[in-house]
């Protein structure tokens, strides 16, 4: 039965004191709460209770093989949920926590199957955003929080997105501001030898290779449980066909969406460095050519698209080089095949 939504702002202490309390109050009744981090927002449960995740999936519509990431306030925290805590993950931590790096260990038994899709390992998280970290302090358990979206849609980077994706059927969204970094955490998996990048984000390889040395990039070759999410072949996709397209002028732009049968006046084109004019087409943005100021601002300009009814959005393609790795991983998980 679908209920009204509160939003409820911390845009002052007061007004985030009393929002944390009201998520507090929530989650340890068991229900879930959508949250901001500094990635996107989550979608919020008490990561002990199967059956506070079992809501995180109904809500999402999420497939049960898709893990969901664990988010704690401490390291003291962390190591509860997992059955071992090698020196490097001490390490790891003490070099990108809090930040936007989950690190992926073997379970504890404190972690439900649901959590972690029936595998062996799980990941985590400790999110550097005030009001993400006051309620899980306030709660004291860790919670399990993928992005707070239908399954397979874009992630949200403020409160109104969750908001219009769930409408009633989510009682709470605390909204913290836009999402600085706008796009998922940086997957590092040190149950592999060597450790295996499982999703890249705004954490590059070269930063996490100072501290871990060698690395190892993709999913685990064969079979088995998915050891983290965002490994989905089509995932944070906009409702519109999305594609991925260099062109050097307007004309070679408009031919190629000419070639596949859409309207220009329908397209909406995200550029960077190639800027067409104005003419004819449903919306232009620019974002700037800097890896980290296009990420936080992606997810959004798909959402403005959706909600002017675009049928395509054409994403000029990235620059090539390891600080545009996690958004081209993400343009190529999102883009349709033409």
């Known amino acids: 039965m679908s209920t ?33 981090t500094e990635t996107v927002y989550g979608l919020a449960g008490n990561a002990f209770s199967a059956k506070a995740v079992e809501r995180i999936f109904a809500a999402k519509g999420r497939p049960s093989h898709n893990p969901i990431i664990v988010h704690v306030a401490n390291l003291e925290m962390a190591r509860t949920c997992v059955s071992h805590w090698p020196p490097l993950a001490e390490r790891l931590a003490a070099a990108f926590w809090p930040g936007p790096l989950s690190l992926v260990l073997p379970r504890s038994s404190l972690i439900p199957d649901i959590v972690t899709a029936g595998g062996s390992t799980v990941g985590l ?5 005030p009001v993400m970290e006051a309620v899980i302090r306030g709660c004291g358990f860790p919670l399990a929080a993928p992005s707070a979206n239908l399954s ?43 450790p295996r990048i499982l999703r890249p984000g705004m954490i590059h390889a070269e930063s996490l290779a100072s501290v871990a040395g060698e690395l190892d990039f993709g999913p685990a070759r ?20 999305l594609a991925v397209w260099s062109w050097s002028d307007d004309a070679g732009l408009k031919s190629q969406i000419a070639s596949l049968k859409f309207e220009i006046r329908r397209a909406h084109v995200i550029a ?56 081209a991983d993400r343009l190529a998980r999102a883009a349709d095949q033409f």
Do not use: M
């Open 272 to 327: 960077h460095t190639n800027i067409p004019s104005d003419a004819g087409y449903g919306q232009i943005c620019v974002l700037p050519r800097n890896s980290e100021a296009f990420a936080s601002a992606l997810y959004a300009e798909w959402h403005k698209a959706d909600e002017a009814g675009a049928e395509l959005i054409v994403v000029e393609k990235p620059p090539a080089g390891p600080e545009w790795q996690a958004i």
């Open 222 to 241: 064969g079979g088995g449980h998915l050891r983290s999410p965002g490994l989905l072949e089509k995932h944070y996709a906009p409702k519109a066909r």
């Open 125 to 129: 998280r400790w999110p550097r955003h």
């Open 152 to 194: 397979g849609q874009i992630s949200p980077t403020t409160a109104e997105h969750v908001r219009k994706s769930f409408g009633g059927k989510l009682r709470l969204v605390i909204d913290g501001g836009a999402a600085p970094i706008g796009i998922e955490s940086t997957v590092l998996d040190l149950t592999a030898a060597p």
């Open 4 to 36: 009204d939504c509160q939003v409820l702002p911390t845009s002052t202490q007061d007004s985030s004191d009393v929002a944390v309390r009201e998520a507090v109050r929530l989650l340890r009744a068991g229900q879930i709460v959508a949250l901001p």
